[in-house]
């Protein structure tokens, strides 16, 4: 069933785009959030696959697409401009790296997808947190049980080492004992968010199953994480 924001959008998509960006992410083209040929693009993308990523601390990491070209200019759209009407194409694909990801883990229905939270910064920026959001834009079903406990610098200012450094010790579970868990999260670029949720939710009691994510770098990818 629509709800009433979904009805107003489609009984008045024309008149929005004189409110909404008019132009395509992937490739500027006039009048789509998304056009078809970048719609396609990126679906192409996610049917043809990656092969997970271990990271050090063990964790599997499923990503739907490599965080390049297409894919990678609507995730940048959507995080970058508030283009929020991007977060159902980009949550579709984050859908079928989870799929990957349960299927990977032999995992069954107790198993909980676990949104990584955005910084306290991004959050006040942008109003939402981008991993949920971009979650249930795909339609799947999350549990909130991580926060941020500590302020941290904007991650992509910053190298390798101080990425992990950064985020070390700023998130904290709650109601996580016994908990079976498939963290998920945007993009993946060290693996040092990961590594911290899953440090998190270990912590307070969770067994993390796995992960997933709409993008993968693939300079990382050949530094093995
Ligand atoms: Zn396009």
């Known amino acids: 069933?629509?709800?009433?924001?979904?009805?107003?959008?489609?009984?008045?998509?024309?008149?929005?785009?004189?409110?909404?960006?008019?132009?395509?992410?992937?490739?500027?083209?006039?009048?789509?959030?998304?056009?078809?040929?970048?719609?396609?693009?990126?679906?192409?993308?996610?049917?043809?696959?990656?092969?997970?990523?271990?990271?050090?601390?063990?964790?599997?990491?499923?990503?739907?697409?490599?965080?390049?070209?297409?894919?990678?200019?609507?995730?940048?759209?959507?995080?970058?401009?508030?283009?929020?009407?991007?977060?159902?194409?980009?949550?579709?694909?984050?859908?079928?790296?989870?799929?990957?990801?349960?299927?990977?883990?032999?995992?069954?229905?107790?198993v909980v997808v676990v949104p990584v939270p955005s910084s306290r910064a991004a959050f006040r920026r942008r109003g939402h947190h981008v991993a949920e959001l971009i979650a249930r834009r795909g339609g799947l079903e999350v549990a909130r049980l991580l926060r941020v406990d500590a302020a941290t610098a904007d991650q992509r200012l910053l190298g390798r080492g101080e990425r992990a450094a950064n985020v070390a010790g700023s998130m904290r579970a709650r109601g996580a004992p016994g908990v079976q868990v498939i963290v998920v999260d945007d993009v993946v670029t060290t693996g040092a968010t990961l590594r911290e949720a899953a440090r998190a939710l270990e912590a307070a009691g969770a067994t993390v199953r796995g992960a997933a994510a709409v993008a993968s770098t693939s300079r990382v990818w050949r530094e093995g994480g």
């Open 1 to 110: 069933m629509l709800t009433i924001p979904d009805a107003v959008r489609e009984a008045f998509g024309g008149a929005l785009s004189l409110l909404l960006p008019a132009w395509c992410a992937g490739c500027d083209a006039p009048d789509a959030v998304l056009c078809a040929d970048c719609r396609a693009a990126l679906a192409a993308a996610v049917r043809a696959g990656r092969p997970p990523r271990t990271l050090s601390s063990g964790i599997r990491v499923h990503a739907a697409v490599e965080f390049s070209g297409i894919p990678a200019r609507v995730i940048r759209a959507f995080k970058e401009e508030g283009r929020t009407g991007l977060a159902r194409p980009l949550g579709t694909a984050l859908a079928v790296a989870v799929g990957a990801a349960l299927t990977s883990a032999s995992a069954g229905d107790d």
